[in-house]
């Protein structure tokens, strides 16, 4: 018989031994057929798995994994002042993270980490079975699997979802070291107390960066992994409680079982309990307006673009001086809020705002803005915002192109001593549209100096000086000083430029007035100290930061020949008199627009440079009201509430500190005797004045009194004058002395007769430019 033959017998005796069998044995499978089942079933599942390995890829991360906080802090570093995102996270490197928190990590969460290759097929085989047995649904997830589920994919519970996870996390085991996969765990789960990340986490609990957290606080937020909300002791019930604690011991036990802690160690380590929850550090109060002004200095400087500050985990240290900033939000706290009364005078003390910067002249650090009262109740940024006039306190910029000039165009001098005729309302010669604004209570001042000029801001003079000037000289000096060239208001087609029609914003104010501190060097206000984002492989990305090196804005002796006339505008017959109370050499101009629509205070110190200014607007339609009737009075001036603010400010940011006195270089020569203009007696202007009417052309009037001192304060004399801008060759500068100051109050005398000024009245034009329509007002945003 063959081989083949004796098999083909055996065959046939085993189908007749199964036909004999019962008929419920024979519907059982054979043990070959059974393995031979079982072997192809684990060679497909084998082979289907392999498949899924290759053609399932490692995806991006998603959305919320990688969105982050970015984090801006005040000066000195350490300070918070607002965290802005939509996730409360901040990534960190595994480095500082302390080695003792990420091992209490892998004893409370998963002990085999650091031998298994992504997955624990034990751990979930007992999850399972314990889970069957009734002992709570338990996952048996590895870190590596967590880490998978947090950071690529979603927190759904679907056979499809867990199936991805064990892939990815093999290949994720495969292509990363257990370093960076832990790095990511920690920087991807949640915490409790909204915070996402160990960083976040230790902020939360314990107040302190990632870093400094103990063996005892490591555990503890190790311990929090497993039921975030429920493990939080400061709010668990007593059940949880003792659950949050049975876990802490867990992970310490865990740990020595490991051999990453002694017994010793283990034996002295005490529960540490967490601080409160605090509320979240949002952009309420002025932190709102802070964080505005870094971004916008991030974005307009090219340090980052919108989209890459928006992706979050920056670290902004600002220049913002917290004792500064305070000292601002209260000096317009005492000094104006406290004096309205909105519901009884609802129509005049309600919509107020307040607009301010601090600038230090020597560096163009921004210390301090006030961009509104309350962020979360008003977004807008008013620090920011280019749509108020600035009035008056665009005369030191006239003056300063004067001195620029030397000469006007039919050859007269121009220093801080030359002289105009201060009628009001006399028309300019030379500009290219007509124009003849009123003074202050349509004073007419006479022959009077420069100085005298801008200490009592008599519109009809630098009217015509600027047009002298050249006003295509003015709206280079104002942009060669900082005020933006895209600002409105800046035409020099338009005769009325030269008292103010332009809109820079209070910051950009401060950096022009701070320019003038700095001796004619101009730095661009700039908010951001240093920035970087940490990255949870280790990199750390800090881009470059832009320079911050001064260009000459001016000459040093027409800047300080500015400076030195700034600081008779702080005198007893100046419209800045109020300012005298800061008892330190300064330097200031006020300026009031048309129809009372705002009202400023620009002013510097030696150390610090500082605007003020005040404006209402209706909140639903965005158009401006009149000042006129605020706090009760009939007029609003820029020497009034604006230096009452400035003052306070100014005074609580620079005490403790030093007086300085200004340096002030403005060349040589012994001014003339011209005696100070007199105006009628009892005609001094006070805070309750009717406003003037409108200038022609829509520019800006100003309207700054002179307010009596104090009683029983005696002001500090005037510094003697050094000496102006030498003028053109040949030419001698008429001279005038520097108004005195009076202890007491300006002592206005019998009004001037109308006297025609001594220098020609029919100029050429300055600028050459055609006539064209006065500038427009400007619109509201």
Do not use: C
């Not at 949002?282 to 890459?308: C, E, F, H």
């Amino acid at each position: 018989m063959t081989l083949s033959t004796r098999r083909q017998a055996k065959r046939a005796a085993r189908r007749e031994a199964r036909r004999a069998l019962p008929l419920r044995r024979r519907l059982l499978p054979t043990w070959r057929v059974t393995l031979g089942t079982l072997t192809t079933l684990f060679l497909l599942a084998v082979g289907g798995f392999a498949v899924l390995y290759v053609i399932v890829p490692v995806p991006d991360p998603n959305a919320h994994a990688v969105a982050q906080n970015n984090i801006y802090l005040y000066a000195d570093g350490t300070t918070e002042i607002a965290r802005t995102g939509a996730v409360n996270r901040t990534d960190v490197p595994i480095d500082q993270i302390p080695l003792q928190t990420q091992q209490a990590v892998v004893s409370a969460e998963d002990r085999t980490f650091y031998q298994n290759r992504g997955i624990d097929l034990k751990g979930m085989l007992r999850a399972g079975w314990n889970t069957l047995l009734g002992k709570g649904m338990q996952g048996g997830s590895t870190i590596t699997q967590q880490y998978v589920k947090n950071y690529y994919l979603t927190q759904d519970r679907t056979i499809e979802r867990k199936g991805r996870e064990l892939l990815i996390a093999l290949k994720v085991d495969q292509q990363r070291d257990k370093r960076e996969i832990l790095a990511g765990y920690l920087n991807s789960s949640y915490f409790g107390r909204g915070a996402y990340g160990i960083q976040s986490a230790a902020h939360a609990y314990y107040g302190v960066d990632a870093s400094a957290l103990t063996l005892g606080q490591g555990a503890y937020l190790a311990s929090l992994l497993q039921a975030p909300s429920l493990y939080d002791v400061k709010t668990a019930t007593p059940a949880n409680r003792e659950k949050a604690v049975a876990r802490w011991n867990y992970a310490l036990d865990g740990m020595v079982q490991l051999g990453f802690l002694t017994p010793a160690d283990r034996a002295a380590t005490t529960f540490p309990d967490p601080i409160d929850p605090q509320p979240a550090t949002g952009l309420a109060g002025q932190a709102g307006y802070l964080v505005g002004v870094a971004d916008d200095y991030l974005v307009s400087s090219g340090t980052l673009d919108a989209a890459t500050l928006k992706a979050g985990g920056w670290r902004i240290t600002t220049t913002f001086d917290k004792p500064r900033q305070d000292a601002f939000a209260k000096a317009v706290q005492d000094q104006l809020t406290g004096e309205l009364d909105p519901q009884a005078r609802p129509a005049t003390d309600t919509d107020v705002r307040v607009a301010g910067a601090s600038v230090e002249p020597a560096t163009g650090r921004v210390v301090a803005v006030y961009g509104g009262p309350d962020y979360a109740k008003q977004p807008y940024n008013d620090a920011l915002r280019q749509d108020n006039q600035i009035g008056s306190t665009f005369k030191p910029i006239d003056l300063a192109a004067g001195l620029v000039a030397q000469h006007t165009p039919d050859g007269h001098p121009i220093t801080t001593e030359s002289r105009y005729d201060g009628t009001s309302e006399r028309p300019v010669t030379g500009g290219p549209t007509p124009y003849a604004p009123p003074n202050e209570d349509d004073i007419d001042y006479g022959t009077i100096t420069l100085r005298q000029a801008m200490v009592k801001s008599v519109n009809s003079v630098y009217a015509q000086e600027g047009v002298d000037a050249g006003l295509a000289r003015v709206r280079e000096t104002a942009i060669r000083l900082g005020i933006p060239d895209s600002v409105r208001g800046m035409d020099p087609a338009n005769t009325s430029m030269t008292l103010g029609t332009a809109t820079p914003s209070a910051l950009d104010l401060a950096g022009a007035y701070a320019t003038l501190a700095d001796h004619g060097q101009a730095h661009a206000p700039w908010s951001v100290l240093k920035l970087e984002r940490a990255n949870s492989g280790g990199a750390v990305d800090i881009p470059k930061m832009p320079e911050h090196n001064p260009t000459e804005a001016l000459d040093r002796e027409i800047a300080d020949s500015v400076t030195d006339v700034l600081r008779d505008v702080i005198s007893p017959r100046g419209t800045g008199s109020a300012a005298l109370d800061l008892g330190r050499p300064a330097a200031g101009k006020t300026g009031t627009t048309d129809s009372n629509l705002s009202a400023w205070f620009a002013g510097y110190t030696p150390e610090l440079a500082t605007t003020v200014g005040l404006f209402r607007e209706n909140p639903k339609t965005h158009a401006k009201e009149p000042l006129a009737g605020t706090a009760g009075l009939t007029r609003i001036n820029g020497g009034t509430f604006p230096t009452r603010i400035w003052t306070a400010y100014t005074s609580a940011a620079l005490d403790g500190t030093p007086t300085q006195d200004f340096d002030l270089q403005t060349g040589h020569g012994t001014p003339a005797t011209t005696p100070w203009p007199t105006t009628p007696t009892g005609a001094t202007p006070t805070a309750t004045t009717a406003p003037t009417a409108p200038a022609p052309g829509g520019a800006p009037t100003d309207t700054d009194p002179a307010p009596a001192p104090p009683t029983g304060h005696t002001p500090p004399s005037a510094p003697a004058t050094t000496g102006q801008p030498a003028p053109g060759p040949n030419t001698p500068s008429p001279q005038a002395p520097r108004p005195t100051t009076d202890p007491d109050r300006p002592s206005p005398t019998p009004k001037p007769s109308q006297v025609q000024p001594t220098r020609p009245t029919a100029l050429p034009s300055a600028t050459g430019g055609p006539a064209s329509r006065p500038a427009p007002p400007p619109a509201t945003p």
